[in-house]
């Protein structure tokens, strides 16, 4: 891609509108310092000095298509209890719209609690209820009512229960009838419920367990053949996986392309796959081809991977980034 051209891309960003559908959840932080052990067991005392609390989940997926100037619309079900309406809350700090979250009575919502010392995690702690939702219909017919005008949609799961096989089918079915791209960030649960979308992005634990297989993780041509396998299961366009250190592969019907990840001092990879999704769909959005949308998102993912937390991609520096890979 020509230094003009990213330039366009990145602009063209300002004017999607996205639909993500998937578990919202709120990333709560502790940070302290620990400067001694406990005398009552052999852990490490942190003693607290800040307290945070972040969109998580497909909330930080939407942090991070505003970040990259996009419109995002969250669709998401959570509990009647206080860190439901806290999650609300910070939906509105985000000038985010609330009308796509459905409360369920009998939920929980789902809570992530970071405690951060000495610029790594120490502890996490999860609180949360993982069966399927039991208003699968009222929350179709939410997500079809903000359909309109959307760019491209974004199933987000992380096995909490929003995405039911139901839920799914549907919504991919509305969407293909619509014309409207569709890329999904997987979890084992219902890793093959996701047919005809146009990409599927799981990472290397994700195909193994999904598909039940094993393959050496060394060996690329392994990966190739789970990657196309795993395209023909579910009759997605393209199979972008993730391989952590090792970069990106993009598997369509007739190439496979993989991308080495560039050096960079990873700090912490929280998030980086919420990164990775949202500035794949917005690529998707725009026409980029599927290998120049996967060395896009492979710089992203890497970026935000030099920060404590879950942070959004920052899309000038992601903008610098490419166009020095693409022009050097």
């Not at 509105?92 to 929980?108: Q, W, Y």
């Not at 951060?116 to 017919?141: A, N």
């Not at 996701?194 to 060996?219: A, H, R």
């Not at 710089?299 to 050097?328: D, H, M, W």
Request: net charge neutral; proline share 3%.
């Amino acid at each position: 891609m020509r230094k003009e051209e990213i330039i366009g891309l990145f602009d063209s960003f300002n004017k999607k509108k996205v639909l993500i559908v998937g578990d919202a959840m709120i990333d709560a932080y502790m940070w302290g310092k620990i400067e001694r052990q406990s005398p009552e067991a052999p852990v490490p005392v942190v003693e607290i000095e800040k307290h945070e609390n972040r969109l998580g989940g497909a909330g930080n997926v939407a942090r991070n298509i505003k970040s990259l100037g996009a419109t995002p619309i969250l669709c998401s079900v959570v509990g009647d209890d206080f860190r439901g309406k806290q999650l609300k809350q910070l939906l509105k700090e985000e000038a985010f719209s609330t009308v796509g979250i459905l409360i369920e009575k009998s939920r929980k919502t789902t809570v992530k609690t970071r405690i951060i010392s000495e610029d790594k995690h120490q502890l996490r702690i999860d609180e949360e209820d993982t069966f399927p939702i039991k208003v699968e219909q009222e929350f179709l017919e939410l997500v079809y009512s903000n359909m309109e005008d959307v760019d491209v949609i974004i199933l987000q799961d992380y096995n909490k229960g929003v995405l039911t096989p139901f839920v799914i089918k549907n919504i991919i079915k509305k969407a293909n009838t619509l014309n409207i791209p569709t890329i999904v960030d997987p979890k084992t649960k219902n890793f093959l419920a996701y047919k005809n979308c146009d990409i599927f992005k799981p990472n290397l634990k994700e195909i193994k367990t999904g598909c039940n297989i094993s393959f050496d993780e060394n060996n690329m041509s392994e990966i190739k053949s789970a990657t196309k396998d795993l395209l023909q299961m579910i009759k997605a366009k393209g199979i972008l996986l993730t391989l952590s250190e090792k970069g990106v592969c993009m598997q369509t019907a007739d190439n496979f392309t993989h991308i080495n990840a560039e050096k960079r001092n990873i700090i912490d990879v929280s998030g980086a796959g919420d990164t990775v999704i949202s500035t794949s769909a917005l690529c998707l959005a725009s026409n980029v081809d599927f290998v120049s949308l996967s060395q896009i998102a492979n710089l992203a993912g890497g970026l935000v991977c030099q920060r404590v937390g879950v942070v959004p991609i920052e899309k000038t520096e992601l903008l610098k980034n490419a166009i020095s890979y693409f022009t050097n």
